[in-house]
């Protein structure tokens, strides 16, 4: 009898195994699909020299520091060329002169700051015509430039570029599943870089951080929400090395563990001082969200309070919540060849 019951208990067991391992499938496939799309957008960035395509910069080769001047019918949309020689980082000086691009006072030394971040994303630019992450002048935010690449600057392009071609559903049984006799591909999985010059005026060193998205919507600017902060804290977000941040709550605000936020900052230098900074203010990075507490109204407004995964780099006044991120690898500073 006990050897009958350790029998039947013993199947039990395999069972739920077989069970477990057939629930993780799926699982492990996102996981391994993941990794497979940061390994792809790492060779196709050092592969094609992203970090200085003319469409990021916005200018050909020789001029990336905007010297000498080019004709503006040239400069690619979403660039950073494009990007800084508009109001109110550009205000009629000479384009070629870094304080002038900057707004800094004619007589100060070149800037010698981080560049404004560029968000290297073709999909994004090409589907929703959008040629700013983050832009929403109700509240007084700028965003920053979102640029195409030159081998990827229609949606046909940017799909066969920065998506991957090898996604594919599978039956329980490990077969693929056929559409007729061909095995659909969803391109489910896809990419988007942040590229930002630790000094603006060396243009081949660029820190990157490498954006993995799956079954992105790009259906429109609804998949992208613009965060502010509360007035209690002059509109800060992300306080330099705090873990705790801070959002206006509204009811289409669904914070979970798990998003990531975009600190899509970019303060000009009015801007900044008027928030007591003393310099322009260009941020780029992104925050895992850890914990999400209730609502709570403060004043006139409703404020929602979340940890992030890491200290905060600096000061962040204006957020973008993403729809469809599932991982985001920082590369550091990398240099393109000569």
């Known amino acids: 009898m006990a050897i009958f019951v350790v029998g039947i208990g013993t199947l039990s067991i395999l069972v739920l195994f077989a069970l477990g391992m057939q629930n993780s499938a799926p699982a492990i496939a996102a996981h391994n699909q993941t990794a497979l799309a940061a390994a792809t957008a790492e060779a196709l960035l050092e592969w094609r020299q992203v970090r200085v395509d003319r469409c990021v910069i916005g200018v050909g080769p020789g001029q990336e520091n905007f010297q000498p001047p080019v004709n503006p019918e040239l400069v690619a949309p979403g660039s950073m060329y494009e990007y800084l020689s508009q109001p109110p980082f550009f205000t009629g000086v000479q384009i070629e002169v870094f304080d002038g691009l900057l707004n800094l006072n004619k007589g100060e030394k070149e800037y010698q700051g981080p560049s404004p971040p560029v968000f290297v994303d073709p999909l994004g630019q090409a589907v929703m015509s959008s040629f700013r992450v983050g832009e929403a002048k109700a509240v007084g935010s700028l965003g920053i430039p979102r640029s195409a690449v030159s081998f990827a600057r229609s949606a046909k392009d940017a799909r066969r570029w920065f998506t991957l071609d090898n996604d594919a559903s599978f039956a329980p049984n ?143 006044y204006f957020g973008v919540l993403f729809n469809g991120i599932v991982h985001v690898i920082e590369k550091g500073a990398g240099q393109s060849p000569m």
């Open 174 to 316: 490990g077969a693929p599943e056929l559409f007729g006799r061909l095995v659909p591909r969803e391109r489910q999985y896809s990419w988007a870089y942040v590229l930002k010059r630790p000094r603006f005026t060396e243009p081949r060193v660029a820190e990157c951080t490498i954006v993995v998205f799956r079954r992105r919507p790009l259906i429109g600017p609804n998949d992208e929400t613009v965060l502010t902060g509360p007035a209690a804290y002059q509109g800060r977000i992300f306080t330099r090395g705090e873990t705790t941040a801070s959002v206006l709550w509204t009811p289409s605000l669904a914070l979970r563990p798990g998003f990531w936020i975009f600190d899509a900052t970019a303060l000009d230098l009015a801007s900044a001082q008027n928030r007591g900074l003393v310099s322009p203010l260009f941020n780029g990075y992104f925050y895992q969200v850890v914990r999400v507490s209730d609502p709570v109204r403060v004043g006139s407004e409703i404020k929602q309070d979340f940890e992030i995964s890491r200290p905060a780099k600096d000061h962040g």
